[in-house]
């Protein structure tokens, strides 16, 4: 395998909550990569869509809308991670709105949007030196990427991580309003008729159920380093 002019692409797939951004930011930050969430490109979608009032089913309209932003995609202060931006402004913490959440699917599920953002993907992952997690990163945005790995954990435990997570952040939240929540967004990625979240048949599967996010950002690590040490 030949390394891309900035380094290898990572590519990572897999269900809601199972942890995909902290083990990608992990990995990332560890190898001088950057690292790019893309569930955030459907959301800043869904959340601009929401504040300019478009029918979020009218998916010419909402294509169009995807056309007009201005997408600009920064280092956060760490440096590691690149945010989204939307016609000029950081739009990290309007996306984790709840409303944004419930809606995100409907946007995801717009094919011409799919492809829009596919492409805007590829421009940024191309040069390798990147980690980037999404539902259809391994099977179609960077089918060719050096590295795929599928990451799941069991619905419960993905439950329980966004419930101490919750409460962490001083939230009160509800143990099986999440899981259910979580079951949907599974539901939804699954069953959408293009470029459903699916595991490519070469990807590395790791379950990280019984496993801490450090644990298994150590795996991937390691490899990495087996495969091109
Ligand atoms: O990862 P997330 O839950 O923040 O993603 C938000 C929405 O975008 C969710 O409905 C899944 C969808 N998504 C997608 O269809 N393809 C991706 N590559 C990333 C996210």
Redesign the pocket.
């Known amino acids: 395998m030949k390394k891309r002019r900035k380094g290898w692409i990572i590519a990572m797939d897999g269900p809601?909550g199972v942890g995909k951004s902290t083990v990608g930011n992990l990995v990332a930050k560890r190898l001088g990569y950057h690292f790019i969430?893309?569930?955030?490109m459907?959301?800043a979608l869904t959340w601009k869509g929401l504040e300019v009032g478009v029918d979020l089913n009218d998916q010419g309209k909402v294509l169009s809308l995807a056309q007009k932003i201005k997408w600009q995609f920064k280092p956060n202060e760490e440096g590691t991670t690149l945010k989204t931006w939307v016609d000029g402004e950081p739009v990290t913490t309007q996306i984790r709105d709840e409303r944004v959440?419930r809606n995100?699917?409907v946007v995801?599920a717009n094919p011409g949007v799919r492809k829009f953002m596919c492409r805007l993907q590829r421009r940024l992952g191309n040069g390798g030196g990147i980690v980037m997690e999404?539902?259809?990163?391994t099977t179609h945005?960077f089918p060719d990427a050096d590295f795929k790995i599928y990451l799941d954990a069991s619905i419960d435990e993905r439950a329980d991580r966004r419930y101490r997570q919750l409460k962490a952040q001083g939230h009160d939240a509800d143990r099986a309003k999440i899981k259910e929540a979580i079951l949907t967004?599974d539901l939804?990625?699954l069953k959408?008729k293009i470029?459903p979240l699916s595991q490519a048949v070469d990807a590395i599967v790791i379950d990280s159920t019984h496993l801490s996010m450090k644990q298994v950002a150590q795996k991937i690590l390691r490899l990495i380093k087996r495969g091109h040490g």
């Open positions: 809601a969430n893309t569930g955030e459907y959301r959440s995100s699917s995801a999404g539902r259809d990163i945005v967004r939804n990625d959408r470029n």
